[in-house]
């Protein structure tokens, strides 16, 4: 089995800032694209950064030049630093992964439990 465990979430004022981490566990054999999804009360999931096995990055436009993806392989952890933070940040964040685990030759998508980001104004 494998797990994913975000941590960092919180409450923050607006302009502040937040790192967000994700760490897979499990039997894991390649970890290839991971990424950061969030949430609002009301709307649908979306997409805010996703980063490459190679370490290519792609960013929703409304976070561009505020927040950054990366990646450790060597602890199997991506992250999501979220500086100049807005009200409209507020949403749950999950994180996302997509897995070759030990057993089989094919990818699986994998999810985190959310983690909460409040931004107040």
């Known amino acids: 089995q494998v797990q994913l465990v975000e941590s960092g979430g919180g409450v923050v004022q607006a302009g502040g800032s937040l790192r967000l981490s994700c760490a897979a566990s499990g039997s894991i054999f390649r970890i290839n694209s991971m990424g950061w999804y969030r949430q609002a009360p009301g709307k649908q999931r979306e997409l805010v950064a996703v980063?490459?096995?190679?370490?290519?990055?792609n960013y929703a436009d409304s976070v561009k030049g505020r927040f950054t993806i990366s990646r450790d392989n060597a602890k199997n952890t991506v992250y999501l630093q979220m500086n100049s933070l807005k009200p409209e940040d507020t949403a749950v964040y999950y994180c996302?992964?997509?897995?070759?685990?030990?057993?089989?030759?094919?990818?699986?998508?994998?999810w985190g439990q959310g983690t909460q980001v409040t931004v107040s104004s």
């Open positions: 980063i490459a096995s190679g370490g290519s990055t």
């Open positions: 996302n992964a997509a897995i070759t685990p030990g057993w089989s030759v094919k990818s699986y998508t994998h």
